[in-house]
């Protein structure tokens, strides 16, 4: 399946930042399609001053997403 992949940074006094732009990937599902971009393993919760990453195949809206922590 086609995914589009956007991954940000947070700290707490900087807030959610973008990091470059959507990256475009073909995966079997949105986990794999994160893990591909960095080879990181992945979290479902994060914390503070760590990469995030928002995932969303071709045909849902760039809301109906799904969110990963890169654990580094």
Not at 16 to 43: C, M, Y
Not at 47 to 66: F, G, I, N, P, T
Request: aromatic share 12%; charged share 20%.
């Amino acid at each position: 399946m086609h995914y589009s992949v956007q991954i940000f940074t947070w700290t707490p006094r900087q807030g959610v930042h973008q990091v470059g732009s959507a990256i475009e990937v073909d995966a079997p599902n949105s986990k794999a399609a994160a893990v591909s971009l960095l080879g990181l393993r992945l979290e479902d919760e994060g914390c503070a001053s760590k990469l995030a990453v928002r995932v969303w195949h071709d045909d849902a809206y760039q809301a109906e997403c799904d969110c990963y922590y890169y654990n580094n």
